[in-house]
């Protein structure tokens, strides 16, 4: 049976922190858009308050969550138990990617103890709250995080371009021709 809050509770709040895995799904306007789902891993997400979470983007194969982010801000995050009692919990609302190069970075930054560097993060204020049963998901057990991407984004560049210049030109644009990483300045203009 499904239960809608209006916001987090501690119970809701204590069940997200316990999982290790979730997914984030956004979408651009056009219906001839992709719709993009992520799966999240690392301790990469916080609870800021009862209607405020965000997550680190450690960077990735695309840049659809941010271009979508940047077009409509609609956002839904699921969290899935795969072990203890079947439990679903979505997050939705209105989510706003922070690049690095935004003056408000460092301080969301701050909020996450274990990076030092990342191609974003992203902020939601909720909207709706939900959970539901779970009964579909199957048990899984976690064996530890994969280490690729961390590795990655920590290890320096090799081809003589910094970090920020890797997603300036590699970002730039989602596969629907969306703008994705800017240049703070540019998005100003």
Not at 79 to 92: E, H, M, P, W
Not at 133 to 150: A, H, M, S, T
Not at 168 to 183: I, K, Q
């Amino acid at each position: 049976m499904s239960k809608t809050y209006e916001k987090l509770d501690d119970k809701l709040i204590e069940f997200i922190k316990a999982q290790k895995m979730f997914f984030v799904a956004t979408a651009p306007l056009s219906r001839d858009g992709h719709v993009n789902v992520s799966p999240k891993g690392y301790d990469s997400f916080v609870v800021i308050d009862e209607s405020t979470v965000a997550w680190l983007d450690l960077g990735g194969s695309g840049i659809e969550t941010m271009a979508h982010l940047k077009e409509n801000g609609r956002i839904t995050i699921m969290f899935c138990a795969f072990d203890g009692a079947a439990n679903i919990v979505r997050l939705y609302g209105q989510g706003e990617a922070v690049q690095f190069d935004d003056p408000r970075f460092a301080g969301l930054l701050a909020l996450f103890s274990n990076f030092d560097k990342a191609r974003a993060i992203v902020t939601v204020k909720l909207d709706r709250v939900s959970d539901s049963c779970g009964w579909g998901v199957p048990f899984y057990e976690f064996k530890g995080e994969r280490e690729q991407l961390q590795r990655y984004a920590n290890n320096p560049r090799t081809d003589g371009r910094t970090w920020e210049q890797r997603w300036y030109e590699g970002n730039a644009e989602s596969t629907d021709g969306l703008p994705g990483v800017t240049r703070t300045n540019e998005a100003a203009e």
